[in-house]
């Protein structure tokens, strides 16, 4: 870091940063130094490119420096920005919530896809985390009405300003899994679909997962129990009440997992079982329709 610290250029800070970074084991060290370094000066990427011999004020070192330092601890990039892009959308992030990724954006599309005959969906989100996934729907197809539950009240929270970020309205509920459907009532048979990217990690595996992902995201959200499948049961058992009938349910699940979720499914007598792929040919998500 002392290197680092001295460092006077654009230039100079994009290749020390990157080094450090990669060093570091950090594979994409020469993107986050140009990020870091871009919220420090507060100029988009081309802009440092060609402005290389450009000369940085103190505090814009001693920013960069200091963001540099919590990349090498290994926090995320995306809380070190405090966002991260989804669906074309930026999102919230803090420790209390999920970093959304790319594989989520399946399920959403998905969904998407399934509205077009019905673009004023009634629509559950059971453990919406950053509200990635309840607040994209609602911002592409406006008329959805949404209910979004979470056990955090710190990610509710998190949700809750993302809504507002992008101007849609949400029913947000506190709460684990179904419970506080329960506890207000009126809601069996309502809902069109139901959708979910539940906790999916073996306990097991947790200790191996990166850093990044381990030390830094919440374990609520990764911990799916002995072999990663807990909240599947319960959605395979409990969800039919909650939807109409024909209603869907669809959920995100881990790689090498569809086949067993599809099977929890097939045992509680849903129909209509199916898998979608994400870019890598993974089956990411599992869908089922309650009988008609």
């Not at 080094?19 to 370094?37: M, N, V």
């Not at 405090?82 to 990724?101: A, C, H, W, Y």
């Amino acid at each position: 870091m002392e290197e680092l610290k001295r460092i006077q250029t654009i230039d100079e800070a994009l290749r020390k940063g990157s080094r450090a970074l990669l060093g570091a084991g950090i594979g994409s060290g020469a993107l986050e130094a140009s990020i870091l370094l871009g919220m420090a000066t507060g100029m988009d990427r081309l802009a440092l490119i060609t402005n290389p011999s450009r000369l940085l004020a103190p505090e814009e070192v001693a920013f960069f420096c200091e963001k540099i330092e919590k990349r090498l601890n290994r926090e995320p990039i995306q809380h070190i920005r405090g966002k991260q892009e989804f669906m074309g959308l930026d999102f919230i992030v803090t420790r209390s919530v999920l970093i959304p990724r790319p594989d989520t954006e399946i399920l959403v599309e998905e969904v998407l896809d399934r509205c077009q005959e019905n673009p004023a969906p009634l629509l559950l989100d059971i453990g919406t985390g950053s509200g990635a996934i309840a607040v994209s729907i609602a911002s592409y197809l406006p008329s959805a009405k949404i209910t979004a539950t979470d056990l955090s009240p710190e990610a509710l929270e998190v949700a809750k300003k993302n809504a507002l970020h992008h101007g849609v309205s949400i029913d947000f509920l506190l709460g684990p899994d179904f419970e506080p459907l329960e506890e207000r009532g009126g809601y069996e048979g309502l809902f069109d679909f139901l959708v979910s990217n539940p906790p999916y990690i073996p306990s097991e595996e947790i200790p191996t997962l990166e850093p990044e992902v381990r030390d830094f995201e919440p374990l609520l959200a990764l911990d799916g129990g002995k072999d990663g499948l807990d909240l599947y049961r319960r959605f395979a058992v409990q969800a039919k009440k909650y939807l109409r009938k024909g209603g869907w349910i669809l959920l995100e699940v881990g790689a090498g997992q569809a086949p067993a979720v599809a099977a929890l499914l097939a045992d509680a007598s849903w129909e209509e079982i199916g898998t979608c792929l994400d870019l890598s040919e993974i089956e990411r998500v599992v869908f089922a329709q309650k009988k008609k």
